[in-house]
């Protein structure tokens, strides 16, 4: 009887045992299934991102694409007529002369160029029959030429010049200056007797602009 007892005893505490062990498998089972099943849906959440991201850029490309097809039509168009903007021939080499797009580069730079500054202002003073005394400002091109920019604003271009001439040739220099396609900006200006009879001397402050050449940006974004 104690024999037929303790052969019981033997199978119930191994059928605890295989219990235990199922148990604990299972338990195992599960919770890797847990970790497995929430680490492919952080992957899969990860993945919707970058596609959102990729299709985001695609379609950017597609609108950049087309803007680019219509930005050529519009440039084509703005530079193949015969009158320029200021109703000069675009195959004049004049002052008035070249296409729309050389035009429009006259009246705004892309780069500061202290010395194409210098050399036109000197011949806007001298083509209306004054003398150049003297001409000073900042040369700042190195500096400049370092700055860039996605929304580029214009840059003022300060200068000094001092020149003189007739009533006549002092009217029509100030006229030019007016009218010139590049914006001269007069900051102050003063009129002093020459040294030559019938001759006037002024000494002009002012400021012309540039506008640096907008920076195209291709950035990478990390998706997290």
């Known amino acids: 009887m104690a024999k037929q ?17 199922i148990t604990a498998l299972a338990a195992v089972v599960v919770v890797f299934s847990l970790v497995a099943s929430y680490a492919l849906f952080q992957q899969m959440m990860y993945q919707n991102r970058v596609l959102s991201k990729k299709k985001d850029a695609v ?11 219509t930005l050529k039509q519009s440039y084509t168009a ?21 296409d729309n797009a050389k035009v429009v580069l006259d009246a705004l ?12 202002i000197e011949k806007l003073v001298t083509d209306q029959g004054a003398s150049i005394t003297s001409i000073a400002g900042i040369d700042d091109q ?3 030429d370092v700055a860039g920019s996605s929304a580029p604003q214009p840059v003022d271009m300060p200068f000094d010049v001092v020149f003189t001439g007739d009533y006549e040739q002092i009217q029509n220099v100030l ?8 914006p ?5 200006i ?3 007797a020459g040294q030559d009879a019938g001759k006037l001397s002024v000494t002009m402050h002012a400021k012309t602009y540039y506008q640096p050449a907008k920076l195209l940006q291709i950035r990478k974004e990390v998706v997290k």
């Open 142 to 144: 190195v500096a400049q």
């Open 109 to 120: 730079p892309s780069n500061y160029d202290y010395p194409a500054l210098i050399t036109s």
């Open 5 to 21: 007892q303790s052969t019981k005893q033997t199978l119930i505490d191994k059928t605890n045992t295989r219990v235990v062990v």
């Open 59 to 69: 379609s950017t490309l597609k609108k950049d694409l087309e803007a680019v097809a």
């Open 190 to 192: 003063q009129f002093a």
């Open 78 to 98: 703005f530079v193949s007529n015969s009158i320029n903007i200021l109703g000069g021939n675009t195959d004049d080499s004049g002052e008035r002369g070249g």
């Open 175 to 182: 006229k030019t200056m007016d009218k010139s396609i590049r």
């Open 184 to 188: 001269i900006q007069v900051l102050s």
